[in-house]
């Protein structure tokens, strides 16, 4: 640790224990508890958006996040006349949310069911939302016709090319389904342009730490002003995709969602809309047509077959929502 780090530490009234690098920051395990130090410039431009969202949380009865701790010239960012800026953030003792886990999975599925329930109509009126969902899948079906299509004049394929080829029009038909589901959603209309609500952004088993006192949601670094359901959709893609679509799991975290937050049909349909888009497949095309073609990964084409592989228990899993 520098010079102008331990000067830094030295303004907070704690004791520091043991230190570790954790995330391009350091891990501080202290006599007042783990704090996380970051330098401000990688979080400046959202920096005041998350106090005001943790903040408001904190007000309605959620301090389990990475709040940002003054120092003791009650400062929240400790800066330097050479011009480094620090900031620490409480941290948690605890794991990683285990998302094979039913009881990890019904903790995060809660979890941001309460977080969402205090984080609606947080703006005083209606503002625009981050991205425009129906235009963020009109630009990926062009996108995936033009990689198609690049493929497709190729006079040499590899072996990637000629399995993304044979999976094109399977998912590219579930993309064009999707939009114009989406046009027809009573949910998207109501809220998919403008909103008062936040999101995360980036609700993940990543960002949830299982503490033996509850759970600590950190990193809102992508909270944006947008639709609510989209970090559960975010959130139900990751852990299904890890659990091979398993209905079970699936249920588990809606069953611990609605007990903070009930989901009224058109909701529920909305979010099987947003899952049966092939997100995994578009990303990988966006690889491949952003990077060199003369070498494919072979990490890339395991996650073709696997994205293939599980279209049968990701049908399966929809089917089951639609029914619930």
Not at 37 to 48: L, N, Q, T, V
């Amino acid at each position: 640790m520098d010079d102008r780090q331990e000067q830094t530490i030295e303004k907070y009234g704690f004791q520091v224990k043991n230190r570790y690098r954790a995330r391009g920051a350091v891990l501080l395990d202290t006599n007042e508890g783990p704090r996380l130090m970051r330098e401000y410039s990688e979080i400046k431009s959202h920096f005041a958006f998350e106090n005001y969202i943790k903040n408001h949380l904190m007000e309605n009865g959620i301090s389990m996040t990475d709040y940002v701790i003054p120092n003791r010239e009650g400062e929240l960012v400790t800066e330097w006349e050479s011009g480094e800026k620090y900031v620490v953030y409480q941290w948690f003792y605890g794991d990683e949310c285990d998302y094979k886990s039913r009881q990890g999975l019904f903790l995060a599925g809660q979890n941001l069911g309460r977080l969402h329930k205090n984080l609606r109509q947080l703006a005083q009126k209606k503002v625009p939302v981050s991205e425009c969902l129906l235009a963020k899948y009109e630009r990926h079906n062009r996108e995936m016709k033009r990689v198609y299509g690049y493929m497709k004049e190729k006079k040499r394929k590899n072996e990637f090319e000629l399995f993304a080829m044979e999976c094109f029009h399977g998912f590219f038909s579930q993309a064009q389904q999707a939009k114009e589901r989406l046009e027809k959603s009573d949910y998207f209309q109501k809220n998919g342009h403008e909103t008062q609500d936040v999101c995360h952004g980036e609700y993940n088993y990543h960002n949830l730490i299982i503490t033996k006192t509850g759970v600590a949601t950190t990193n809102f670094e992508r909270a944006a002003f947008g639709m609510q359901l989209m970090d559960l959709a975010y959130f139900f893609r990751k852990v299904m995709e890890k659990n091979s679509w398993n209905a079970e799991k699936g249920k588990v975290v809606l069953e611990a969602y609605q007990s903070e937050l009930g989901l009224k049909k058109e909701e529920k349909e909305f979010l099987s809309i947003v899952l049966g888009y092939p997100v995994k497949y578009w990303k990988l095309l966006n690889q491949y047509i952003n990077g060199k073609k003369s070498w494919i990964s072979n990490k890339n084409m395991e996650k073709l077959i696997g994205v293939r592989e599980q279209e049968k228990a990701k049908k399966h899993f929809l089917e089951f929502m639609s029914k619930l």
